[in-house]
């Protein structure tokens, strides 16, 4: 019997160019969520802003990025479902040739999905929110609308918010109470679909086992999604959320025990099968790791002020203290060069005229030359950020070499040990191969003996 052939311009191609539109298109409903947080958060800033309660004003900020990132997290949560039914939907239209390369496509198309869906948000508050916004008399505007800005001490405090809502939530709430709930649910309807008449046959222990959820051939698919997700919150932005390693160890403690339940009480037995090594998923740990080294230097250089705060110290500050870097990191607006619409609705709401205005930029008063341009030591600052994430970056790739050459993935005596043994196995094959061409030799010998003395 011929194995079945799908031709590759007619069958495949179009198979592949569908899952990879698809692909994208998923990514594009995580992105337009993430669009709609932004605007929510706006919208509540806003509402905020008009609020006559002064204690819902100061805790504005506090309490829409709780709630945003709470909102991001279901919007997670839907999106997760529709991304493991769509994706299996699409690796099983490919129709791969053998089960490795379907657990390897299947495993491409999560990975990727889930990582845009957990990480999009993450890595707009880290890298570009208020990055471009302008000045207070030219704002940078998309589409009519100013970009979203970030507070005057910066966007390290809402990531930190957003990293603690979404993994606590993903670990904590989707992870291990789904994992009490869903398989005690499974496994109830798995007994309603198998009744059994005779109450004999109920009490028999092939029975109780076999009323019990088939593992599949996909079962440990989503422990290591779990592990891979939690890694990536663990290396990725471990320099926003330092806590991160210590939620995960607790996390991973209630894991041990649920998973051990899980298996050993709601699941059967799963089939031991052959595998080589773990497939893609060791190339994507490393992926993430070497992701992990340039956002954490991207993080230290650009999202928090450790940058600007060394710079001063070592250039501005004559004692190389940060005395007076509040001052110097302000810079003045002239409120007088508001665009139309753009001034404030009561100028005298402080109850007097209010000439200049300070914000957080370096640039050039309205009296300099170029007014509003950049001033010199934004550019030192800028060169600074760069020159750190070149020094981070070799510097963490040094250590991890230098790690890798002291700690090798074989140890030196198991290393021993098998070269022994391969030297005795290969020893006892040449003698047995002597013994044997010896023993073939004297059959010969004999044979040629008998026919002479016959003739």
């Given amino acids: ?11 495949k191609v179009p198979r592949y160019l569908f899952s990879l539109t698809m692909v994208f298109f998923l990514i594009s409903l995580a992105l337009a969520a993430v669009i709609g947080v932004i605007v929510y958060r706006i919208s509540v800033l806003a509402a905020f802003a008009f609020n006559e309660n002064i204690m819902l004003r100061k805790s504005a900020t506090l309490i829409t990025s709780i709630s945003a990132a709470t909102l991001n997290l279901l919007c997670i949560m839907l999106l997760n479902l529709v991304y493991a039914k769509v994706a299996n ?12 390369e379907f657990d390897d496509s299947l495993s491409l198309k999560l990975i990727l ?11 707009y508050i880290a890298f570009i929110k208020g990055r471009l916004a302008g000045y207070p008399g030219d704002h940078a505007k998309i589409l ?7 507070e005057p001490g910066g966007c390290l405090v809402e990531l930190c918010i957003q990293l603690v809502v979404i993994m606590l939530g993903k670990q904590f709430i989707m992870n291990n109470i789904l994992e009490i709930i869903l398989p005690r649910a499974m496994r109830y309807m798995q007994r309603l679909t198998m009744r059994t008449a005779d109450d004999e046959a109920r009490q028999k222990q092939w029975v109780k086992d076999y009323k019990l959820i088939p593992m599949g051939p996909n079962g440990l698919f989503c422990e290591y999604l779990e592990l891979l997700l939690q890694f990536g919150f663990l290396t990725i932005f471990v320099a926003a959320f330092p806590l991160a390693p210590f939620f995960a160890l607790i996390n991973n403690i209630l894991e041990v025990r649920l998973d051990a339940d899980k298996m050993i009480t709601q699941y059967r037995r799963p089939v031991a099968v052959r595998a080589k090594d773990i497939g893609v998923w060791f190339s994507v740990l490393d992926a993430v790791a070497k992701i992990a080294i340039l956002t954490n230097a991207f993080v230290i250089a650009f999202t928090s002020d450790f940058i600007p ?5 070592l250039t501005q500050s004559a004692d190389r203290t940060l005395a007076g ?9 002239n409120t007088a060069d508001f665009a139309n619409g753009t001034e404030p609705d009561n100028p005298l709401e402080l109850g007097y005229p209010v000439d200049v205005c300070r914000y957080k930029d370096y640039r050039e008063p309205a009296t300099a030359a170029h007014p509003y341009r950049h001033t010199q030591h934004h550019w030192h600052v800028f060169a600074a950020r760069l020159a750190f994430v070149v020094v981070f970056e070799n510097l963490v790739v040094a250590v991890t070499i230098l790690i890798r050459w002291l700690i090798p993935d074989v140890p030196q005596d198991v290393l021993e040990k098998s070269r022994r043994e391969k030297y005795i196995r290969d020893h006892v094959i040449m003698e047995k191969e002597l013994e044997r061409a010896k023993l073939h030799s004297q059959e010969e010998n004999t044979d040629d003996l008998v026919k002479d003395i016959n003739m």
């Fill in 309 to 313: 705060r060394l710079v001063y110290a």
């Fill in 89 to 100: 939907w699409l690796t099983k239209m490919e129709m791969l040739r053998t089960q490795s």
């Fill in 113 to 123: 999905l889930q990582f845009v869906n957990y990480f999009s948000s993450i890595f």
């Fill in 325 to 333: 870097y509040i001052d110097y990191s302000l810079s003045e607006f």
């Fill in 1 to 11: 019997m011929l194995e079945p052939y799908i031709p590759f311009w007619s069958g």
């Fill in 144 to 150: 009519g609308f100013r970009q979203e800005e970030c």
